[in-house]
């Protein structure tokens, strides 16, 4: 006596196995990474005070060139040259003379939003994965 077995679908299946990782990360990329840059950005740029605007003028969302395609991510840039002077202060700065012109209080604007971005952007990534059928266990 012998017995048959016969699978059907697994070539299928090994496909989408297969293409699971850029599945991933073009879903993490377009429904993530990309719209919590833009409203990262929104968030930072209502943030900075208004005297000129020059501050919130220069956030922006760059690309990524260097990433690949397993993966997603988004750049959020101040390109201000002062943009890190104000967020992490400055000591008190003195003349040659010895006249005090003070110092600048860090202002705590972009690095704190930046990491309210990420704190949004994990669980948005644990449910993509969970919509392809995978199991998400911890925290991120």
């Known amino acids: 006596m012998s017995a048959r077995l016969h699978l059907t ?6 496909r989408a196995i297969q293409a699971l990782p850029r599945t991933l990360a073009a879903r993490t990329q377009a429904e993530a990474a990309d719209p919590i840059a833009e409203a990262a950005a929104a968030d930072i740029r209502a943030s900075y005070p208004r005297r000129t ?5 220069a956030v922006e969302v760059q690309a990524v ?9 988004a750049r959020v840039v101040n390109t201000h040259p ?12 003195h003349t040659a003379l010895g006249a005090n012109r003070g110092s600048m209080p860090p202002g705590n604007v972009f690095i704190p ?6 704190r949004q952007f994990w669980p948005v990534v ?11 266990t911890g925290d991120a």
């Not at 679908?9 to 090994?14: D, V, W, Y």
């Not at 060139?65 to 993966?71: D, G, I, N």
């Not at 644990?126 to 199991?135: F, K, N, S, T, Y």
């Open 126 to 136: 644990a449910e993509i994965m969970q919509g392809e059928g995978l199991r998400v």
């Open 53 to 57: 605007g020059e501050l919130a003028e």
């Open 82 to 93: 002062l943009a890190s002077v104000f967020e992490h202060g400055s000591q008190a700065r």
């Open 9 to 14: 679908g697994i070539a299928e299946e090994r």
């Open 113 to 118: 939003g930046m990491q309210r971005a990420r």
């Open 65 to 73: 060139e260097e990433r690949s395609a397993v993966a997603a991510a």
